[in-house]
């Protein structure tokens, strides 16, 4: 998985200079890198809601990476790093379905994505397509089908988007539509996913999650083409789409997990935090806030018929099944297609009960996300590609999660709270609390 985790420039709004993203598994502090150009502010995407912080000095700053190390250990359940109770048990289920899950990863990959790697040498030549942290479906349709880059995604008819067919294998002889597009650029060059994020082909969950939205997509031009001029029809459709996706998203997703009445505060008034005329995306909610996902994560899903947990169901697909069918493509093999024995069944991760013509399936067998607390069961150091040079108590999620966002120079909560005008907690209160565990 290299390109998850590669180094990249972040250029974040009212800073000088970019910041090169650390080897924050290593623990090793940041340096602001060279800005390539003087109007490199041009290409901004992040930006502050709150103050930057900073350790007073070396020791300090060695004292809060070991600290946040035993802590991100301690969160996995690690009983040498928790005192005294000897670890954290895993969490239990939710009463959100699974599929939220990695709709909620669909949806970070779609508004955090940024790859400066390649700025632009003057503000003139900043490209129209540069990917955006609005909620447009970009990781979707690229720049368009008359984009020269991204026409591959698309039908010869500029309208519909490309989708990929799975390979037949013992115990389901057939090929079905229900695979991302891919292809192979050269024989020196790897298998690669059409996708307008390379992240959605990380693990098959989320991949599976973009080919609905393909399929979605299609089905709409489907159904507007008899009414529509063909020159209107991509953007007529991509404009329901999106649409659909961000009703989706403010009257289905957060709903699930933010409480009403924060919700509805945030509905009815402006935000306080937020005030600029510039938009961006914060790096606290980047960085820190949205990785609630990985705490939503279950090591096994009962994924279809053929691996469930149901009767002659081969058992429940293992998280780390989900990335080596897919994994960018690198664990597909010769068929440079995905099993069709793989193909995802929606009816395990969302629930469709109100809806007669959609076949019933037991609960018993459908998937619910674990709970957003303190406790992580995703566990990627057992992936295929994991970087497992790195030494045992750096290999956590949690771990480099936490020191990423410090090296970010994410303020701590209390400093947040008294921002927000609220009474910061004291220790003691902290220890007393729901996590005291951790």
């Known amino acids: 998985m290299p390109r998850h985790w590669s180094r990249k420039l972040v250029y974040i709004v009212g800073e000088d200079k970019p910041i090169e993203e650390p080897d924050f598994m290593s623990g090793a502090p940041h340096h602001p890198a060279p800005a390539p150009t003087p109007s490199g502010q041009a290409f901004l995407k992040f930006g502050r809601m709150f103050g930057r912080y900073e350790p007073k000095d070396e020791a300090e700053r060695a004292e809060i990476i070991e600290s946040l190390k035993l802590l991100g250990r301690c969160m996995t359940g690690d009983a040498g790093a928790c005192q005294p109770s000897g670890g954290a048990s895993l969490s239990g289920d939710s009463q959100t379905p699974s599929g939220y899950t990695y709709f909620g990863q669909f949806v970070a990959h779609e508004i955090t994505f940024h790859k400066t790697e390649a700025l632009p040498a003057s503000e003139e030549l900043l490209p129209d397509n540069a990917r955006t942290p609005q909620i447009d479906l970009d990781s979707l349709y690229g720049a368009g089908p008359d984009d020269e880059t991204d026409a ?22 057939r090929e079905y539509p229900n695979d991302l597009p891919r292809h192979k650029p050269s024989a020196q060059e790897p298998l690669q996913a059409l996708v307008g994020d390379p992240r959605n082909d990380e693990n098959l969950a989320v991949a599976q999650t973009h080919v609905a939205f393909i399929s979605f997509h299609n089905k709409v031009v489907d159904a507007l083409k008899p009414s529509c001029p063909p020159a209107e029809l ?51 909610f980047s960085v820190a806030a949205f990785r609630i996902g990985h705490s939503m994560v279950r090591g096994s899903y009962d994924w279809n018929t053929l691996h469930s947990a149901e009767p002659f169901g081969g058992g429940p697909a293992q998280l780390s099944q989900l990335f080596k069918f897919t994994n960018f493509s690198g664990d597909l093999g010769g068929g440079r297609k995905l099993p069709s ?12 009960d109100e809806l007669p013509h959609v076949p019933y399936i ?6 619910k996300s674990r709970r957003i607390d303190t406790i992580f069961n995703l566990r990627l150091e057992k992936v295929a590609g994991y970087p497992h040079h790195l030494e045992e108590h750096m290999r956590a999620i949690t771990v480099r999660n936490l020191l990423r966002g410090f090296s970010f120079g994410l303020p701590p909560g209390e400093e947040v709270a008294v921002a927000l005008g609220e009474t910061p907690l004291r220790p003691d209160e902290v220890r007393s609390g729901p996590h005291e565990e951790v």
């Open 362 to 367: 037991d609960p018993l067998y459908r998937n």
């Open 152 to 173: 591959k995604l698309y039908e010869a008819d500029k309208a519909h988007l490309r989708v990929g067919l799975t390979k037949p294998v013992d115990g389901a002889n």
């Open 234 to 284: 991509f953007e007529r459709a991509r404009k329901t789409v999106v649409q659909h996706f961000q009703w989706l998203i403010l009257e289905d997703y957060l709903p699930r997990l933010v409480l009403p009445s924060v919700l509805n505060c945030v509905r009815r008034h402006p935000p306080i935090c937020y005030t600029t005329d510039e938009p961006f995306m914060p790096v606290e």
């Open 341 to 352: 024995k793989w193909i995802i069944d929606w009816r395990r991760f969302f629930d469709f």
